[in-house]
């Protein structure tokens, strides 16, 4: 693994070093000095260079610091043409180039943005992911940089119409079906088709976004708004992130958008036919943020804004700062699926506020999410519920993990997961999120939950604006144990240390041990004795609660009716609809009868087989 190549890489120079210094003499030891000093920034160099492989960058010998980015964006012609100026600061003891991650971006100029003096560039093809097409643009300097030098750097281009980053939507896809809208989606590595840059989570950045869109649509950036300016039928909407973030978290949407404040910080944008509904669904939003400040630190961002997507948004949610999106599909009407928006809230503080430095680490921005999501839950609305959300949770883990398995995909069914050269999506699946949730849970039981409470402070404000690995988590961890009062533990510090197993948890493929994953209550076993009667009788039950079922209820029977399709007929399926009127459900909870669909498919996918 990386961490270990890293160490084995320093262990050799060390070793070597000392034995040249040894035996030469003392004469000539300034001038080995300086040799072996070169070498060792060359070896520093080579364990940078592998912190993220899905980076062409020069990440050892350069960094940006800011970047300044102009973006005239068209929704009709579907283009993104302007400019991006970075700060960079070099960060080995001296380089003549800098090289920056780009894909299908068409550059046409490079200079200095003070001199304005032209720099030559090349684009060549980056060839370790296997997946997808990726290229580097090598830009050669005038002059070399020493250790700590800065550069502001121009670069004029205009992104390809099938940048991977930017979905267009066409008018038909919206709710309103009058404007065309655009989003883009720059997790993991997308951010390169339409920005050249850095695109690994290991660097993070200040940015300012100037966006120029024509009258009468609005464009939106994942930063604070600092207003807008006219210039006859465009309108140049400006933003600010001060917060250094990673380029995976710049974020742009644009269409014909409105905006309405549900709290002191709080709000939603939204088209217009939306606004009202999604308003009204997400008004707990400040009270989310009131409830995770409370265990963990204070809000660094200011306001917090979700958009809600045009219908055809394929995904759940993404963290941008300032702008998370989240599908359509958690406007229901009784605000059951809030909890999105919780999980996209709590990415603040583990994702974006600090960072997994490689997709390896992926799991400290999901996992730890995943844990403050449910935190909010069991404070808001009991114990019960968020044994249930952590049921569902498990069960979804299990589905994936017997997938990959299936696959032969082992490796991805691991907490520290290698890609390899396929890329960073494939291992970005439910193990990260629930199989860190169960080891944080672990955790948590090994100190006790205040004491676990208090870690999360701690991890916090130690590693704020920040790319960490797991390795930096666990040496907070075990520092913050070390310094518990003996009377808050079960056993002496150093013992409950040492029973925690790193490497199982975080190197060995498949399940976690059957104890980890025991997710049970009366609520549970209800859901699941009703889906039971049915799979097992051809009869009604005398009496059922369904009606009554949480979201999060519902969904675990459904589950276990989907686990036993073979046990239900034709005639049992329209007993359960008589019953519990799923398909024709007039309560606004839709996710059970979409879910009921999914199983009805199954069972005509499976009639076919046969």
């Not at 070169?38 to 800011?66: F, T």
């Not at 009131?290 to 979700?306: A, C, F, K, L, R």
């Amino acid at each position: 693994d990386v961490y270990k190549r890293q160490v084995s890489t320093q262990s050799t120079w060390d070793n070597n070093s000392m034995a040249l210094l040894h035996y030469i003499p003392l004469i000539a030891s300034i001038g080995i000095i300086l040799v072996v000093a070169r070498g060792y920034v060359s070896a520093v160099s080579d364990r940078v260079q592998h912190v993220d492989r899905y980076s062409a960058a020069n990440l050892h010998e350069i960094v940006s610091l800011h970047y300044d980015l102009n973006l005239a964006i068209d929704l009709n012609e579907r283009t993104l043409n302007g400019s991006v100026t970075h700060n960079f600061r070099c960060v080995a003891a001296e380089t003549t180039r800098i090289i920056l991650d780009t894909r299908y971006i068409n550059v046409t100029g490079v200079f200095d943005a003070v001199s304005k003096n032209n720099y030559s560039f090349y684009t060549a093809p980056f060839t370790y992911i296997t997946k997808i097409v990726n290229h580097q643009l090598i830009i050669s300097l005038d002059k070399p940089l020493k250790y700590g030098d800065e550069i502001n750097l121009t670069i004029e281009f205009s992104a390809a119409t099938n940048a991977t980053a930017v979905n267009w939507v066409p008018k038909e896809q919206t709710l309103g079906k009058q404007h065309p809208f655009m989003y883009t989606q720059c997790e993991a590595i997308e951010c390169r088709s339409i920005v050249p840059l850095q695109d690994t989570p290991s660097v993070k950045s200040t940015f300012n976004a100037n966006l120029a869109i024509k009258k009468p649509y609005t464009a939106i950036a994942s930063a604070v708004s600092r207003g807008n300016t006219t210039k006859g039928n465009m309108v140049v909407y400006h933003y600010s992130q001060e917060i250094p973030v990673p380029s995976y978290l710049l974020a742009i949407v644009a269409g014909e958008i409105e905006y309405n404040s549900t709290g002191k910080r709080t709000g939603v944008y939204a088209e217009p036919a939306m606004i009202k509904n999604a308003s009204y669904e997400l008004a707990e939003m400040e009270d989310f943020l009131d409830t995770i400040e409370t265990v963990i630190t204070p809000y660094v961002w200011g306001n917090y804004s979700v958009v809600i997507m045009p219908p055809s948004f394929p995904f759940g949610g993404m963290e941008n700062p300032y702008l998370t999106f989240v599908s359509p599909s958690i406007i229901i009407g009784d605000r059951s699926s809030a909890n999105v928006v919780a999980h996209e809230i709590c990415h603040s503080w583990f994702g974006n506020q600090l960072t997994g430095r490689n997709w390896s680490h992926f799991w400290l921005n999901e996992g730890f999410t995943v844990y403050s999501e449910r935190l909010i839950t069991k404070i808001l609305h009991g114990e019960d519920n968020f044994t249930s959300q952590a049921r569902i949770g498990v069960d979804n883990l299990r589905d994936v993990v017997n997938s990959f398995m299936k696959d032969g995909k082992d490796e991805y069914t691991k907490l520290f997961p290698d890609a390899k050269r396929e890329g960073p999506e494939d291992i970005m699946s439910n193990v990260a999120y629930e199989k860190g949730f169960l080891f944080l849970r672990y955790l948590e039981k090994v100190i006790g939950t205040e004491n676990f409470y208090g870690f999360l402070r701690v991890y916090v404000a130690s590693y704020s604006y920040k790319a960490i690995e797991v390795w930096d988590m666990k040496r907070v961890f075990e520092g913050y144990v070390m310094k518990l009062p003996r009377e808050s533990l079960q056993a002496d510090p150093k013992e409950l240390l040492e029973k925690v197993d790193w490497n199982k948890w975080l190197f060995n493929s498949g399940m976690p041990d059957k104890e980890h994953t025991i997710y049970n209550n009366d609520a549970i076993k209800e859901a699941i004795e009703l889906a039971d009667y049915y799979l097992n009788h051809d009869d009604s039950p005398t009496d059922n609660n369904y009606k009554k079922f949480t979201l999060d209820l519902r969904i675990i029977f459904m589950r276990r009716l989907v686990n036993g399709l073979d046990k239900l007929s034709h005639d049992k399926i329209k007993r359960i609809d008589n019953d519990l009127s799923l398909i024709h459900i007039s309560e606004p909870t839709r996710r059970t009868p979409i879910s009921y669909a999914v199983f009805c498919l199954k069972k005509k996918k499976k009639k076919k087989k046969k």
